[in-house]
């Protein structure tokens, strides 16, 4: 999955920012409660450490975030950082589509 | 095009009225409702007081269907026939569900209104739950709901009012608005749903998770949680059929804000799911603005169709690629994203090709071409493109009587050339490219340009003074063209970095030792003792580090005073050395050999004294430690000639065969002994001896199998399946790992209808690898091995290798590479 999703920072961010959600994520999942969200975090972390392991993901990553499109955006949605809700509008619209299937 | 059968089609007429219940309820269940309708119609002639509820339902499904699928007019005949045989409550209910998914919410409320008068006493949760989902759902005003009774009508109001708040994020408010709906309301499951939803929206994922586990199983908050449980991980209560989890993509995509995904994102998935992948990507990028390298949903499925290819098996990864090879062709990108997306997808599947093709400079050429120019980051970019391309360049393997490719005029290979080529533009485009020297630096190494290399490395120094890579690199290649003392400086240089680096300091003791060993050997033996002073900085209290151990340096200055300078105060280093050693074996087998490697035919003064100590080698450490040290004087010299010293260690090792030994030191010594010719009796010997005590010893019976098979394609598949499951059944991991290693590698080179093995080989390449191995020195082979390593893990060269080099020739390796610390054993039985 997308190392900048996993910590939750932009593509733009800056080393110091990257660490700084690194820092905070391994706080939040200490190796010792949650092994395997520590790991997701550390190679995310690895991955966008610093420019030049950044630009080596963007171009040579071969790593696929998901078996099938739909594991893809469930993992996306999983490893999404809490939303804010929809506007009245966009509420309605999602609740009414439900009625089909 | 013939119609599908099911196994159950015999003629109605064929079957009984029990075997037509089953298979109407078959149907049912699998949402064939016209076919089940027909079959309830069959039965309600038979007994229509007992099937007509079935036929309704039936009939109910079926106008759900075909509404859901746009088939409005055969949709409205159904309905008409479902008014002539049901009570009005059923047809009203169903009026309410199909004015829900033909989205007309007025109507849906009107016939909510409606039934809600005209329920029965106890009307099914089903038509219950449709009427709150139509009254919610038209999100009415008071006038619109005044027919509704009074709590009915203060409920709706309360969950329209508690969902507005949610999305202007009024937390309490909403709670506050539902909290008085009773548990038996009408709207109670929409309750749940809101309540969730602000658990969810307020990072309270396990309150969310346990009240969307609350939720009845039909009507929209159900539907609704389920796109809300996507995002909190697997439901551990409910496990979403097919079209549940469409549903639930369909809403995840609304809640993601990317609503305009989501037809595309369906219809990809059924097709990728059907194995038509680039189909599936052809229904993706209809969708508006995608590719995207973006970092949201769209950025995500771009990022997914671009990689997939290389988590596919071979033949499907192929014509995968190859379909994109032919998009590119076409030029009909959608945008700029998805030419670099494509561009780098080719690229990188070149990448992974262990064989050089021109196509990737091609590839990776035309992705910097759609990289925009004023992007900050387009020297970087361009450098660490160029550096892959560069060091994959150096792999061309070119035919000597290829006239496409000849050789220039100095017989330079114009694989390396081009290589060079492509690193120097990388050096070019970003000076600060470590990565682009390192690579270049190989690559006049393959090409044998050693004035290049350390011109290159001389100016590596002086651009990256602070980098240890950098230094202990130059250092390396200084040393080894023997040019001690500015090895030693640059090693002196990167200690200063970090005085602490076990490594540099590894390094600066051998180097000092080397310089001391020369000035000895010219003479010069006051420096030579200054040097040894210098190198004993450095030094440590390890026992089996042969570079940095004090009493091993004490030792070779001994050694080197006696056989170059003064043999009195040798004699008296020597003392030194014997009384603060705690192996005097260990120290009298590493002087005796340092001394042969000195005086080469001239034996050495310690050998009688070695062999009068032998009796102290009785402990599994002490013969250890007497492996160790002929392995590392080996290392150094191995055309010495060091049969004596090799039938030292055979004596020292030989009771462990017979004499009492652990399991473990047994395991220990087996493939360390196996990588020598000259020990492999031993080897044998004392596997025979384990198995003997214990016959079913896992480890034991995989070291014996080993011994007895020169080529992977002899193993025993069947044996080594016993070995490893009696090995998990034991706890014996170490020993499953290597069978099961094992095991596939015999796998890959057993099966004939395999054309190639994983690595992309196929059997007569191999074949044709193992000829011209074995007509290579052994530095060549070396070399050979190394380059191969790039390709292919060693632990695997080395089995294809099994039976060709073998057991005749133990590889070398560098002394400066040798380290006196044990050695793990995995799949080490191979490495002959």
């Not at chain 1, 966009?90 to 609740?95: G, I, R, Y």
């Not at chain 2, 759902?137 to 409920?155: H, S």
């Not at chain 2, 651009?463 to 003392?485: G, I, N, T």
């Amino acid at each position: 999955m997308n190392p900048y999703l996993i910590l939750g920072v932009l593509p733009g961010a800056s080393d110091a920012e990257i660490r700084s959600a690194y820092l905070d994520a391994i706080r939040k999942f200490p190796p010792e409660r949650e092994p395997e969200r520590f790991q997701t975090i550390s190679n995310a972390y690895e991955q966008i450490k610093d420019e030049k392991s950044r630009l080596n993901y963007r171009l040579f990553d071969r790593v696929p975030p998901g078996a099938t499109p739909f594991e893809v955006l469930a993992k996306f949605c999983a490893a999404s950082p809490a939303k804010k809700p929809l506007d009245f509008d966009a509420m309605k619209a999602f609740l009414r589509s439900c009625t089909t299937t | 095009m013939s119609k599908k059968h099911h196994k159950n089609s015999r003629r109605p007429s064929e079957l009984s009225s029990d075997q037509l219940e089953r298979q109407a309820r078959d149907d049912m269940a699998a949402g064939r409702f016209r076919k089940a309708r027909d079959t309830y119609k069959i039965l309600c002639k038979q007994d229509r007081e007992k099937h007509l509820p079935a036929l309704i339902e039936a009939n109910r499904c079926l106008a759900e269907q075909l509404v859901e699928k746009g088939q409005i007019p055969e949709a409205e005949q159904v309905l008409a026939h479902l008014k002539t045989i049901a009570p009005s409550s059923s047809v009203l209910a169903t009026d309410v569900s199909v004015a829900l998914k033909k989205n007309d919410w007025l109507t849906a409320l009107d016939a909510a209104l409606c039934l809600w008068k005209d329920l029965p006493a106890v009307p099914l949760e089903r038509d219950r739950a449709a009427v709150a989902d139509a009254l919610v759902l038209a999100f009415p005003n008071l006038q619109e709901t005044e027919t509704l009774a009074r709590p009915e009508a203060t409920d709706l109001e309360a969950v329209v009012g508690a969902l507005r708040c949610l999305t202007e994020q009024r937390w309490e408010k909403a709670q506050e608005l539902l909290r008085p709906l009773p548990r038996g309301s009408l709207f109670a499951a929409w309750k749940i749903l809101v309540k969730g939803m602000i658990a969810f929206y307020t990072g309270d994922p396990e309150k969310a998770q346990a009240l969307f586990a609350q939720l009845p199983p039909h009507g929209v908050p159900v539907r609704a949680a389920n796109a809300f449980q996507l995002f909190l991980g697997p439901s551990p209560s409910r496990t979403p059929d097919e079209p549940a989890r469409d549903q639930a993509a369909r809403g995840a995509c609304c809640l993601l804000n990317a609503t305009n995904l989501a037809p595309f994102l369906l219809r990809a998935n059924q097709s990728w799911r059907a194995a038509r992948y680039t189909h599936s990507y052809e229904e993706m990028r209809r969708a508006p603005g995608f590719p995207s390298e973006e970092s949201d949903l769209a950025g995500a499925l771009s990022d997914f169709y671009f990689k997939a290819a290389f988590a596919m098996s071979e033949a499907p990864s192929d014509e995968y690629v190859e379909w994109f090879k032919q998009f590119a062709d076409s030029g009909r990108f959608n945008n700029d994203a998805e030419a670099r997306l494509t561009y780098r997808l080719l690229g990188c599947a070149e990448l992974k090709n262990p064989y050089y093709d021109g196509d990737i400079e091609f590839f990776w050429r035309s992705f910097l071409g759609f990289f925009p120019a004023d992007d900050p980051q387009n020297g970087k970019v361009t450098s660490l493109v160029l550096e892959q391309v560069g060091a994959h360049c150096a792999l061309r393997e070119e035919d000597e009587d290829n006239p496409f490719f000849p050789d220039d005029a100095d017989g330079f290979p114009p694989a390396l050339r081009d290589a060079i080529r492509v690193l120097e533009e990388s050096i070019e485009r970003d000076p600060s490219n470590l990565g682009a020297y390192f690579k270049l630096l190989d690559v006049y190494e393959s090409a044998e340009k050693d004035d290049d290399r350390d011109l290159l490395l001389d100016r590596m120094a002086d651009l990256f003074p602070r980098d240890k890579s950098v230094l202990l690199r130059a250092a390396k290649e200084s040393l080894q063209r023997e040019a001690y003392v500015k090895g030693i400086q640059y090693l002196e240089r990167a200690h200063s970095l970090d005085a602490l680096d076990p490594v540099v300091l590894q390094e600066l003791a051998g180097a000092y030792t080397a310089l001391a060993k020369d000035q000895y050997k010219k003479k010069n033996i006051n420096k030579g003792r200054h040097t040894f002073d210098l190198a004993r900085r450095h030094g440590n209290q390890d026992k089996l580090n042969f570079y940095r151990g004090l009493d091993f340096l004490q030792a070779t200055q001994g050694v080197l005073e006696l056989t170059f300078g003064d043999k009195g105060m040798g004699q008296r280093l020597m003392t030194a050395a014997r009384k603060s050693t705690s192996s005097i074996v260990a120290l009298l087998f590493f002087a005796h050999g340092i001394s042969r490697l000195n005086r080469r035919k001239r034996g050495s003064p310690f050998w009688a004294e070695l062999l009068q100590n032998r009796a102290l080698v009785a402990s599994a450490s002490a013969r250890k430690e007497v492996y160790l040290v002929f392995e590392y004087l080996h290392s150094i010299d191995e055309d010495l000639g060091w049969s004596a010293e090799s039938e030292f260690v055979a004596e020292c090792l030989l009771p462990v065969s017979s004499e009492a030994f652990s399991r473990e030191e047994a395991a220990d010594l087996v493939p360390l002994l196996a990588e020598y010719p000259q020990f492999i009796f031993l080897a044998e010997r004392i596997t025979r001896e384990a198995l003997r005590r214990n016959p079913t010893d896992p480890r034991f019976r995989l070291y014996s199998l080993f011994g007895c098979t020169s080529s992977p394609t002899d193993l025993d598949t069947a044996a080594l399946a016993g070995i490893y499951h009696d090995a998990i059944r034991e706890g014996d991991t170490k020993t499953a790992t290597l069978a099961q290693g094992a095991m596939r590698l015999a796998e890959d080179f057993g099966d004939p209808s395999d054309e190639q093995d994983d690595f992309g080989f196929s059997d007569k390449e191999i074949e044709e690898m193992r000829r011209m191995a074995s007509t290579l020195s052994d530095a060549e082979f070396e070399a050979f091995r190394q380059k191969s390593g790039e390709i292919i893990p060693l632990p695997i060269f080395d089995l294809v290798m099994a039976g060709i080099r073998g057991k005749s020739s133990p590889r070398p390796q560098p002394e400066r590479q040798r380290r006196g610390t044990w050695k793990t054993d995995e799949l080490d039985l191979f490495n002959q």
